[in-house]
């Protein structure tokens, strides 16, 4: 039986008081080997990854499984080397010659109509790759456009498609805007957080749920499944429970 959606897993690092980077918003490269290790575990154990254009803005890449061991499972699972990479954009604003479009992933856009409209405008002004003809020119596989009524992504549909597509599971890696419209539609199943030792501050620092935020009342109550600690750094695996009927 289909599911109705991907069992949707966010993954984040974030300092010891909440940021998952900076306030310029820069690249957050604060973890280590043993976090990028558990981010591939939980890429590799996906069918695809979801992530907003300023976490793509800010590295200009995604990350790939770079684990000939992980690799290797997938393939022995009947799985490409990689799982499917989904932007998420209402504007499509960033560049099409950025190191992510030369990355050996499969690239699928899921935006509004007006985004998909700009990003295929910023290919038809790209100038001609000439002399660069070998090179593969950005691209997306598939554009996807679910919309609402009032214009903005229709992130539930979305994921509804994807089902169809027999995408199972979904790893979700920022930023707090996503996860925050993925909370509010009750999208998300688990979390993994890691807590790095440093302190980053700042009022304008991302935090791994962005937006308005919830009240005590109405905030997405968490089971703690299990937690670990390897040298400085805290793992937390969260069950998000389920609200009652």
């Given at each position: 039986?289909?599911?109705?959606?991907?069992?949707?897993?966010?993954?984040?690092?974030?300092?010891?008081?909440?940021?998952?980077?900076?306030?310029?918003?820069?690249?957050?490269?604060?973890?280590?080997?043993?976090?990028?290790?558990?981010?591939?575990?939980?890429?590799?154990?996906?069918?695809?990854v979801?992530?907003?254009?300023?976490?793509?803005?800010?590295?200009?890449?995604?990350?790939t499984?770079?684990?000939?061991?992980?690799?290797?499972?997938?393939?022995?699972?009947?799985?490409?080397?990689?799982?499917?990479?989904?932007?998420?954009?209402?504007?499509?604003?960033?560049?099409?010659?950025?190191?992510?479009?030369?990355?050996?992933?499969?690239?699928?856009?899921?935006?509004?109509?007006?985004?998909?409209?700009?990003?295929?405008?910023?290919?038809?002004?790209l100038?001609?790759?000439?002399?660069?003809?070998?090179?593969?020119?950005?691209?997306?596989?598939?554009?996807?456009?679910?919309?609402?009524?009032?214009?903005?992504?229709?992130?539930?549909?979305a994921?509804?498609?994807?089902?169809?597509?027999?995408?199972?599971r979904?790893?979700?890696?920022?930023?707090?805007?996503?996860?925050?419209?993925?909370?509010?539609?009750?999208?998300?199943?688990?979390?993994?957080?890691?807590?790095?030792?440093?302190?980053?501050?700042?009022?304008t620092?991302?935090?791994?749920?962005?937006?308005?935020?919830?009240?005590?009342?109405?905030?997405?109550?968490?089971?703690?499944l299990?937690?670990?600690?390897?040298?400085?750094?805290?793992?937390?695996?969260?069950?998000l429970?389920?609200?009652?009927?």
């Amino acid at each position: 039986m289909l599911q109705h959606r991907p069992h949707t897993t966010v993954v984040l690092a974030m300092s010891a008081d909440g940021k998952i980077g900076d306030f310029r918003r820069s690249p957050a490269r604060f973890g280590s080997r043993v976090d990028k290790a558990h981010l591939e575990k939980q890429i590799a154990a996906c069918d695809a990854v979801l992530f907003g254009a300023g976490t793509l803005r800010a590295y200009g890449t995604t990350l790939t499984i770079s684990d000939p061991t992980l690799v290797q499972l997938r393939a022995q699972e009947g799985k490409s080397p990689q799982p499917v990479h989904i932007v998420t954009t209402h504007s499509a604003n960033f560049h099409p010659e950025i190191k992510f479009f030369k990355q050996p992933v499969r690239r699928w856009l899921l935006t509004t109509t007006t985004g998909a409209a700009s990003w295929k405008e910023r290919l038809r002004t790209l100038p001609s790759m000439g002399t660069r003809s070998k090179e593969c020119p950005p691209k997306f596989e598939q554009i996807l456009v679910f919309e609402t009524p009032t214009r903005e992504i229709d992130i539930s549909a979305a994921l509804k498609y994807l089902a169809t597509l027999h995408i199972t599971r979904l790893a979700v890696l920022g930023g707090g805007e996503l996860v925050a419209s993925l909370l509010r539609l009750n999208l998300i199943d688990e979390l993994w957080l890691t807590v790095c030792p440093l302190i980053l501050g700042g009022n304008t620092a991302p935090t791994p749920v962005d937006g308005k935020g919830f009240l005590p009342d109405l905030a997405p109550k968490l089971q703690l499944l299990e937690v670990h600690t390897v040298e400085q750094e805290v793992f937390l695996h969260y069950r998000l429970q389920q609200p009652a009927d």
